[in-house]
């Protein structure tokens, strides 16, 4: 199969369009293919004449894709139709495939900035790779998704993420009502698939699931009950099981991830009286990767904390250190300040009360370099805690912390309250540049990163590890005043992340 991009002056007359076939295809294929060409060349003339109660549909999915799609990035969308959604996520490189000549005609003249390409999905000759690929109901109406998902898996990168929409099967009659009564675009039998039926063919064709959510409970054009419906009401249960449609965040699994050099890694040690820990710091911290360089920033301690500091780095010429003294306030200001001056692929950062071994830092890194996620976040509440390693209340907010921002990035987590936290620096670079997304909302300095990355679309992982009772100092976190302020940031995250 050629594919070929569609001139407008020279398009041949839509219904004559010739299927566009794949080796190994069969003639029912060949048959189901005509049928649909011709029947999306129909559709697109019926678009020219009306456009039925369908817009509030697309105008919600478009709200959605713009939430996970960044302005800017290299989209491909598999079955774009006119190019409506294409356009609105503003790509800095868009291409549209589809295999309607009539539907490709429209959307050249609509959007000439874009690129569109009339091909079959099944068998896609691009020689290029994007940052987003969307399948936007489209899997129900293909006749092998599995072949299309592997087509779509030469076009990725490791850090491409592929978006899908579909329909659920919940919906079939009233939405042959619809069609039937002329208020929805006509449509040929569909393929109803569950969420972990496309689940499962995402794993035949080497892509993992990150995030999947429901979408859609009233898609009619009655505000304000429709806004309140399909912004929140779908959130809860059971008013989710009668979502419309299905969105599913997945990325490629790429076995080769180990071949990669070994990476510098740079460990954030944020540090305010904790003078006591120091030592053991610096005699525990494994060399991990190519080499590990040790950022300590300190915080106006009262002991001693940045003395002590500076003593041992001249006592040990041969680890890779840096200290820093903190002119602002709080941990996150001085994360930001070791980040900015760190010098590593992989950024770690490491509470000095150690109640994390520094032992197990390696087991993050790994996350990492495997491949196996983006993200690495450690979990406290796995394995039996020492002695006074946190107290009860602690504990119970630890656990409902973790419900809820299960919930609310659509990955699980255990435990979120952790210090530590692992990410690529080039992916922390793209956390700044969307900062403003969320806004300074974050005293502490890990739900930035982590709302950031769930923004990104990056998979977060759970590490556990065991938990330690502080040997020296204090905690610098109130208990009550520092759970009220947690809450805040969870329901502020809410309106920015989940009722979008």
Request: net charge neutral; hydrophobic share 45%; proline share 6%.
């Amino acid at each position: 199969m050629k594919v070929e991009e569609i001139n407008i002056a020279d398009a041949a007359a839509p219904t004559r369009t010739p299927p566009l076939e794949w080796s190994g295809a069969d003639a029912n294929y060949l048959r189901y293919e005509r049928e649909r060409i011709a029947h999306w060349d129909k559709v697109a003339r019926w678009m020219d004449e009306r456009t039925g109660w369908g817009g509030a549909y697309r105008r919600r999915l478009t709200k959605v894709y713009q939430f996970f799609v960044p302005r800017g990035a290299r989209v491909l969308e598999v079955g774009c139709a006119q190019g409506d959604l294409l356009a609105a996520l503003a790509p800095g490189a868009g291409v549209g495939v589809d295999f309607s000549a009539a539907m490709l005609e429209r959307a050249q003249r609509k959007y000439p900035n874009l690129r569109f390409i009339q091909a079959d999905a099944h068998a896609l000759e691009l020689d290029e790779t994007f940052d987003v690929i969307i399948l936007s109901d489209v899997v129900n109406d293909v006749w092998d998704v599995q072949q299309v998902l592997q087509q779509l898996a030469r076009l990725a990168t490791p850090e491409t993420r592929l978006i899908i929409n579909f329909q659920s099967h919940l919906w079939e009659r009233p939405l042959s009502a619809a069609r039937a009564l002329g208020l929805a675009r006509p449509n040929l039998t569909q393929n109803w698939l569950t969420f972990d039926d496309v689940k499962s063919l995402l794993a035949l064709a080497d892509f993992e699931v990150i995030r999947h959510r429901e979408e859609m409970l009233l898609p009619l054009p009655v505000p304000p009950l429709s806004t309140f419906a399909n912004r929140y009401l779908i959130r809860f249960w059971p008013f989710n099981l009668l979502a419309l449609t299905h969105f599913i965040v997945a990325r490629p699994i790429r076995p080769e991830a180990h071949a990669a050099p070994p990476p510098l890694v740079s460990v954030i040690i944020p540090a305010r009286d904790e003078a006591g820990n120091v030592a053991d710091i610096f005699a525990r911290m494994p060399e991990m990767g190519a080499g590990t360089e040790m950022v300590f920033v300190e915080g106006g301690s009262t002991d001693g904390t940045y003395e002590v500091i500076a003593e041992e780095i001249a006592r040990r010429p041969e680890r890779r250190c840096k200290l820093l003294k903190q002119k602002g306030k709080g941990k996150i200001d001085a994360v930001r300040l070791g980040f900015a001056n760190a010098a590593g692929d992989v950024l770690m950062i490491f509470d000095a009360d150690l109640t994390v071994p520094p032992e197990d830092m390696p087991r993050f890194l790994e996350v990492l370099t495997s491949g196996k996620a983006d993200f690495a976040n450690p979990s406290r509440l796995v394995y039996p805690m020492e002695d006074e390693a946190m107290r009860f209340f602690n504990l119970v907010g630890n656990k409902f912390f973790g419900l809820a921002f299960s919930w609310l990035l659509d990955q699980p987590f255990k435990d979120t309250l952790c210090g530590t936290k692992v990410l690529w620096r080039r992916d922390y670079d793209r956390i700044v540049e969307g900062r403003a997304y969320f806004g300074d909302f974050d005293p502490f300095g890990e739900f930035d990163l982590l709302f950031g990355a769930a923004k990104l679309n990056l998979k977060i992982m759970d590490v556990p590890v065991r938990h330690r009772a502080r040997t020296y100092g204090t905690t610098k976190i109130p208990r009550w005043s520092g759970g009220v302020m947690l809450l805040r940031m969870v329901l502020f995250a809410a309106r920015r992340i989940k009722f979008i």
